[in-house]
């Protein structure tokens, strides 16, 4: 079946360095990759997403390529602020099953000044 | 923005009784909902799918008469957890999809953490 993979946090950085949170997935066909993010005291909210390969989601700084032929989805942005600081989780719909997410097990960033 | 309203957002409950969680559209119609489970350290795990007027349909695994859903309006769906035991206490958390957008990202609750004494 369906699965993420996505590393383990938590992460912590100081303020403006740069962030990648891996994630790899295994699914049969052409699945659609997100990254939902989720703040302290909130529900999940959609961050990006890439519906076919070497598409590239964007949102708040934050990137991710949709990479076929080695399978990830890996999050990276440039430099990251304190209000960064949630769980991301990376997911994916496959093929035909639209809006039934495999999520993966959620990575913890801590920013610091 | 869609907004997903759940509650309670925390529960203690003793074992033998039973848990209902809400799960309300507030600003948009969902035919679709979806329950999910969070263990501690692990990832979001899909429970059932929860469709307007019909049954739930439950993932494998996932008893069906240990987790009613009930979904009777297009703004609300429900998860009783019935006859709960400490091995139930985990996070649930519920998502809607905008009725007729099956291709929309989902728009998830805060989540409800039950633990069961």
């Known amino acids: 079946g369906d699965s993420v993979t996505q590393m383990e946090g938590p992460v912590t950085l100081s303020e403006e360095a740069f962030l990648t949170i891996n994630c790899t997935y295994t699914?049969?066909?052409?699945?659609?990759l997100f990254w939902y993010v989720q703040y302290p005291g909130e529900g999940l909210q959609l961050l990006l997403k890439?519906?076919?390969?070497?598409d590239k989601g964007s949102n708040k700084g934050f990137e991710a390529t949709y990479r076929k032929e080695t399978t990830s989805f890996h999050l990276e942005k440039g430099s990251v602020q304190v209000s960064d600081s949630a769980v991301y989780f990376c997911?994916?719909?496959?093929?035909?099953?639209?809006?039934?997410?495999?999520f993966g097990t959620g990575t913890r960033l801590q920013v610091t000044l | 923005g869609a907004v997903v309203s759940q509650h309670p957002s925390w529960v203690i409950c003793k074992s033998g009784t039973s848990v209902k969680i809400e799960c309300r559209s507030l600003?948009?119609?969902?035919?679709?909902m979806f329950w999910y489970r969070q263990f501690p350290k692990q990832s979001l795990m899909l429970m059932a799918t929860?469709?307007?007027?019909?049954?739930?349909?439950?993932e494998q695994g996932v008893e069906k008469d240990k987790f009613l859903i009930n979904h009777a309006s297009l703004t609300l769906s429900t998860l009783t957890v019935t006859s709960a035991h400490p091995e139930d206490s985990s996070f649930y958390i519920c998502?809607?999809?905008?009725?007729?957008?099956?291709?929309?990202?989902?728009?998830f609750g805060n989540g409800t953490r039950l633990t069961v004494t």
């Open positions: 997911a994916l719909s496959g093929t035909g099953t639209a809006s039934k997410l495999t």
């Open positions: 890439a519906t076919k390969a070497d």
């Open positions: 699914a049969t066909g052409y699945p659609s």
């Open positions: 998502s809607a999809l905008l009725e007729g957008r099956y291709n929309s990202p989902l728009h």
């Open positions: 929860s469709n307007e007027g019909s049954k739930a349909t439950y």
């Open positions: 600003d948009f119609q969902a035919t679709t």
